[in-house]
C-alpha cells in the first residue's frame, strides 16, 4: 500500500537548485503541479525522479538509511503542495491530472494504475485537508512511512495521537459468576486472508507491469536495472535548520555507473492453483480449502475468518465488487460446512472502498462513509450473528458474542488503528474508542465469568498499527489476561504467534496467526484446526495444514494434496501450549535447540520454495523477534534473543 501514498506524494519529487532542501523541494513541487514551472523546473524534477528511482534499487543491496531520509524527505515536501492545492481552492481533478503526470513519470504504476488509486483516494484527503485544521503533511508521511524498528524516523509530531485507555479495578472474586459450561471437546477451524481474484487467470501473465499480476489482460514487465550507489551521497545536512538536503549534483554520476544485475522477467506462466509471485487467490482454490475443512475435519464445530476477503488490485477496486467476493466467501462456507457450524468473521482492511479506508461513524458522505461496509457485512454474515451484535457491526464493525456457554468472541476492527487508514488523521481518537469498547465487554465477561477468544485481523506489535494502539492493547491484554483465552490474526500471510508478557517480565497470553488461504506473496496456502479445553477454553493443540504450490501447479487437472505440517504440541515437543511454554520455546531456539529455530523458520512461510530455503541466519532470528514484540519499537526482548542467538 505504499503505492498509494506514493502516487498521491510524486508532487514533491522535484526541485530548483543543486542542492534542495524540504521547503525549496515543496516550492517547486507546487509550482510543477500548478503548470507555472519554468523548463529549469522541468530539468530539474527529472534530475530527483532519476535520483529516487536510482536509490530505490540501490536499497535493496545496501543500508536503507539513505533511502529513507529521500522518501520522507519528498512526501513531506509533496503532501506541502498537496495541502496548499487544497486549501487555495483546486479541484480533485486537477490534483488527480498533476499527480498522474507525475506518478507515471516515476514508473511506479501504469498510467491507468496511477489514476485509479488517485480518483479512489484523493477525495478522502481533501475532505480530511478541508475540515481538519490539525492535519499536517507530518502526520501523514510519520504514519505511512512508520518502520517497525525506528522511533524516531518521520517523528509524527501529532499530540492527537497520544492517549491512554482507562482500565478498570480488578473486581472482588465473589462478585464473579461460575457460568455452567458445556463439557466436550470444542474444535475451531481458523482460516484468514483468502484474497480472492474473480479475474485470477490460469497460464496469464506472473511478473506483470503491475504491482499484483495473475490477472486477466494484464502484459509482462519490461527489463529492469540496478545501479551500485553509497546512497548516502544523496544528502547534504543543512546546517541552518538540521534538515536533509537533496544533492543534485549525484545525477551527473548516474549516468556514468556501470549496471551490475539487470532484474530478468520470469516469463513462466501463472499457475493453476495460484502463484507464488505477486498473485491473489484464484476462487477454485479458495473453493478447494473450504470443502478440504469440511470433508477432512467434521468435528470442527465453529470457524473463525480473520479476514481480507479482497484482492490486491487496489486501484480497481469497486463497491459491486467488494460486495460479491465478501458474499462469495461467507456462502461458500455456508454451502460446504454442516448445519450448526458457526462461521465467526472479522473485517481485514482490504473489505472497504477504497482499500483501507475506515471512516468514523460521524463521517457520512458519499464516497467518504464506511457505514456501506458494515451495513453489508452485517446482512451477509446474518445467519450467524445475532441482533446485538449485528447492531455493533453496524455501528463499528466489530461484535461480542457468546457462542456457546461461558465462551465469548470479541472480533475487533483493528483497521481504525490502520497506518494506510487516512482517516487516522482526521480523528486519531476514532481507534481509542473501539478500545474502550474492547475494555467494557472484557470488563461485561469477567463478571460473568466468561472466557474469551479475540479476533483481530493484525497482529499486535507489527509497523501497520499506531504506537498509541498497540501499547494500549498491551495494557489491555495485560489487565485482561484471566479472561482472555486466546487470540487469533491474520494480514502477515505467514505463520508466526505472539506472546505478551506482563510489567514483571511473565508471558501472559498468545496471539496465534492464522497464515492465509493466499500465495501473496511467496507462501503456500493454508489453514488451521484448533482444540480447545471445554472448561477454560484454553488452546489445547493447533495443527496447519497446506499444499506445496509447486507440487499442485504440476498436475491442475488434480485437487491439491494438503497434508499435516505440524501441530505444535507434538513437533516443539511441549506439554501445552500455553504463554509460559511457548515463551521456553522461544528461548531454547536461540540458545541450546537451534534445531527448533530452523524448524519455525520453514514453517513461518509454510515451506514455501520461494521463502524458506532463502532463509539465513539473519532471517530466522528476525522471524523469531517477531514473536516477542506486541508493542510497536519495543525491541528489548527482541535485542536478547538476537544476542543470545549470537552469542553461541
Not at 479476533?455 to 484471566?482: C, K, Q
Request: proline share 5%.
Amino acid at each position: 500500500m505504499k503505492v498509494v501514498f506514493a502516487a498521491l506524494l510524486i508532487l514533491g519529487s522535484s526541485v530548483a537548485t543543486r542542492l534542495i532542501s524540504s521547503d525549496e523541494l515543496h516550492k517547486l513541487f507546487l509550482r510543477v503541479a500548478k503548470n507555472e514551472g519554468s523548463q529549469e523546473d522541468a530539468r530539474t524534477l527529472q534530475d530527483v525522479f532519476k535520483i529516487y528511482r536510482s536509490a530505490t534499487n540501490a536499497v535493496q543491496r545496501q543500508n536503507p538509511r539513505g533511502r529513507e531520509s529521500l522518501t520522507c524527505l519528498i512526501c513531506r515536501s509533496g503532501m506541502a503542495a498537496f495541502f496548499d492545492m487544497i486549501r487555495e481552492g483546486a479541484t480533485d481533478d486537477t490534483i488527480i491530472d498533476a499527480t498522474e503526470a507525475m506518478c507515471t513519470s516515476l514508473d511506479i504504476l501504469r498510467p491507468e494504475s496511477c489514476r485509479g488509486i488517485l480518483e479512489l483516494n484523493v477525495p478522502i484527503f481533501t475532505h480530511i485537508i478541508k475540515t481538519i485544521p490539525e492535519a499536517s503533511p507530518r502526520t501523514f508521511c510519520a504514519l505511512v512511512l512508520q518502520k517497525s524498528d525506528d522511533p524516531d524516523y518521520c517523528v509524527i509530531q501529532d499530540p492527537r495521537f497520544e492517549w491512554t485507555v482507562n482500565l478498570p479495578e480488578r473486581p472482588n472474586p465473589a462478585d464473579i459468576k461460575v457460568p455452567n459450561s458445556k463439557p466436550t471437546p470444542l474444535t475451531i477451524a481458523l482460516i484468514t486472508d483468502a484474497h480472492l481474484d474473480p479475474l485470477y487467470e490460469p497460464n496469464g501473465v506472473a511478473d506483470c507491469n503491475e504491482p499484483t499480476c495473475c490477472r486477466k489482460g494484464q502484459i509482462s514487465r519490461p527489463l529492469t536495472s540496478s545501479l551500485d550507489y553509497d546512497v548516502e551521497e544523496y544528502f547534504t545536512e543543512d546546517i541552518t535548520n538540521g534538515d536533509n538536503s537533496l544533492n543534485l549534483d549525484i545525477v551527473e554520476e548516474i549516468k556514468y555507473r556501470k549496471i551490475i544485475t539487470r532484474r530478468a522477467r520470469d516469463t513462466s506462466p501463472a499457475g493453476f492453483w495460484g502463484d507464488y509471485r505477486n498473485c491473489d487467490t484464484p476462487v477454485w482454490a479458495y473453493d478447494d480449502v473450504i470443502k478440504r475443512i469440511s470433508s477432512d475435519h467434521q468435528n470442527a464445530e465453529v470457524v473463525y475468518y480473520m479476514g481480507d476477503s479482497i484482492d490486491h488490485h487496489v486501484w480497481e477496486t469497486t463497491y459491486d465488487l467488494i460486495n460479491e467476493v465478501n458474499g462469495y466467501v461467507v456462502d461458500s462456507m455456508r454451502q460446504q460446512f454442516k448445519k450448526g457450524v458457526q462461521i465467526i468473521p472479522t473485517i481485514g482492511n482490504h473489505e472497504s472502498q477504497p482499500t483501507n479506508q475506515f471512516a468514523p461513524i460521524t463521517v457520512k458522505g458519499d464516497k467518504l462513509n464506511t457505514t456501506w461496509l458494515y451495513e453489508s457485512l452485517a446482512t451477509k454474515w446474518d445467519f450467524y450473528l445475532t441482533e446485538e451484535a449485528k447492531a455493533s457491526i453496524r455501528k463499528m464493525g466489530a461484535f461480542s458474542m457468546l457462542i456457546r456457554p461461558g465462551l465469548r468472541v470479541i472480533s475487533i476492527n483493528t483497521n481504525v488503528a490502520y497506518k494506510y487508514n487516512w482517516w487516522l488523521v482526521y480523528d486519531p481518537l476514532d481507534s481509542k474508542q473501539h478500545l474502550d469498547w474492547l475494555v467494557d465487554e472484557l470488563s461485561k465477561a469477567e463478571l460473568a465469568g466468561e472466557r474469551v477468544h479475540i479476533l483481530a485481523h493484525m497482529p499486535p506489535g507489527i509497523a501497520d498499527l499506531t504506537h498509541s494502539w498497540t501499547r494500549e492493547y498491551n495494557r489491555i491484554v495485560n489487565r485482561f489476561s484471566a479472561t482472555i483465552a486466546a487470540e487469533f490474526n491474520g494480514h502477515t500471510h505467514s505463520d508466526e504467534f505472539k506472546i505478551f508478557y506482563n510489567d514483571a517480565g511473565a508471558p501472559v497470553s498468545v496471539a496465534w496467526g492464522a497464515g492465509s488461504a493466499t500465495s501473496y506473496t511467496h507462501y503456500n496456502l493454508n489453514y488451521k484446526i484448533a482444540s480447545f479445553d471445554p472448561h477454560t477454553f484454553e488452546p489445547l493443540n493447533i495443527a496447519n495444514y497446506i499444499y506445496n504450490l509447486t507440487e499442485a501447479n504440476l498436475s491442475p487437472q488434480r485437487r491439491p494434496r494438503w497434508f499435516k505440517l505440524y501441530d505444535v504440541k507434538k513437533t516443539f515437543g511441549l506439554s501445552d501450549i500455553s504463554a509460559r511454554s511457548m515463551d521456553e520455546l522461544v528461548k531454547g531456539m536461540v540458545t541450546h535447540k537451534p534445531f527448533l529455530l530452523a524448524m519455525y523458520s520453514a514453517f513461518f512461510s509454510k515451506q514455501s520454495d520461494n521463502r524458506w530455503p532463502y532463509c539465513d541466519d539473519d532471517c530466522k532470528i528476525d522471524q523469531v523477534c517477531k514473536t516477542v514484540v506486541t508493542v510497536l519499537w519495543e525491541r528489548e526482548r527482541c535485542n536478547v534473543l538476537r544476542r543470545l542467538f549470537f552469542s553461541q
